[in-house]
T-cell receptor, first 116, second 115 residues
């Protein structure tokens, strides 16, 4: 299995440009998440989805949009890129845990985005 | 909202020695999961160990073990017989069993292994 696949791995944007980070998982997971990691910091949740057609904001959603039209795909859209969005972005997925068990998150390899 | 705190930005240890990384968290929930993730320079997030809150027994994975103190809301990671390959950022994380079961991360601890 490929697991969680993110593209692109690296990207440089100019201020004001837009782009989409792609995320695909082949594990039939219900839950998918987008995190950002600033240098030397932990991961912060941008958006998440509990299933196709259902998305919601996380801790730092401003400047981003998501969609979940299929179970497999969860793209993250950056509109009007700003230097503050320079970061490493991680997509993750997991199955829906039972009341007594929530499994681990499976992470993609990350996408490094630089906005100049 | 849950929070996770790692109070040690950096730690170092001699190769083959033992090191303990600290983590505290805040929650009003009674059931949850706790994790330690390792992030080497490759940026990949690697699961090291997990602990279910309803289990009293501390989790162990080879050289990695945790000290889970539920009442104190403390979750430390002990690495025995440290190896050069253990050098990385280590993140403590809390996962709720409710709603979207989001994962909340601490700020991380950078571990250096001295040969």
């Amino acid at each position: 299995n490929a697991g969680v696949t993110q593209t692109p791995k690296f990207r440089i944007l100019k201020i004001g440009q837009s782009m989409t980070l792609q995320c695909t998982q082949d594990m039939n997971h219900n839950y998918m998440y987008w995190y950002r990691q600033d240098p030397g910091m932990g991961l912060k949740l941008i958006y998440y989805s509990v299933g196709a057609g259902i998305t919601d904001k996380g801790e730092v959603p401003n400047g981003y949009n998501v969609s979940r039209s299929t179970t497999e795909d969860f793209p993250l859209r950056l509109e009007l890129a700003a230097p503050s969005q320079t970061s490493v972005y991680f997509c993750a997925s997991s199955y829906r845990g039972s009341p007594k068990r929530a499994g681990e998150l499976f992470f993609g390899e990350g996408s490094r985005l630089t906005v100049l | 909202a849950q929070t996770v705190t790692q109070s040690q930005p950096e730690m170092s240890v001699q190769e083959a020695e033992t090191v303990t990384l600290s983590c505290t968290y805040d929650t009003s929930e009674s059931d949850y999961y706790l994790f330690w993730y390792k992030q080497p320079p490759s940026r990949q997030m690697i699961l090291v160990i997990r602990q279910e809150a309803y289990k009293q027994q501390n989790a162990t994975e080879n050289r990695f073990s945790v000290n889970f103190q539920k009442a104190a809301k403390s979750f430390s990671l002990k690495i025995s017989d440290s190896q050069l390959g253990d050098a990385a950022m280590y993140f403590c994380a809390y996962r709720s069993l409710e709603g979207a079961q989001k994962l909340v991360f601490g700020q991380g601890t950078r571990l250096t292994i001295n040969p």
